[in-house]
């Protein structure tokens, strides 16, 4: 089964930055669509950004500009780098694995088990 492991979150300052990574294991990461997903307390589950396999990027529009997501093959990991932080950013943030690049949850197969961003002062 394919996994992934999330890390990188904690507290941050408002203006801060993280840099999120998403490790995988069993499988190549290249070869799939990679999402990141957020999910703040009583909330939905929301889209943050995907990488496709040919490299291409999205990201919600609330987010550009502040949010990169990248892919480092000989790590075979996935990272999303988060600067100029707000308190609203404040969620557990997911990777996820599938293959077709969407911002949308329900396509994505496999989940990682998510990593907690604070931001406050």
């Known amino acids: 089964q394919l996994q992934l492991v999330e890390s990188g979150g904690g507290l941050v300052q408002p203006g801060g930055s993280l840099k999120l990574s998403c490790a995988a294991s069993r499988f190549t990461l290249e070869n799939y669509v990679i999402g990141w997903f957020r999910q703040a307390p009583g909330k939905e589950r929301e889209g943050v950004a995907c990488i496709g396999s040919d490299d291409r990027r999205y990201y919600v529009d609330s987010m550009k500009g502040r949010f990169t997501i990248s892919r480092d093959g000989a790590k075979n990991t996935v990272y999303l780098q988060m600067n100029s932080l707000k308190p609203e950013d404040t969620a557990v943030y997911y990777c996820?694995?599938?293959?077709?690049?969407?911002?949308?949850?329900?396509?994505?197969?496999?989940w990682g088990q998510g990593t907690q961003v604070t931001v406050s002062s």
């Open positions: 996820a694995v599938g293959r077709v690049p969407t911002l949308r949850s329900s396509p994505y197969d496999y």
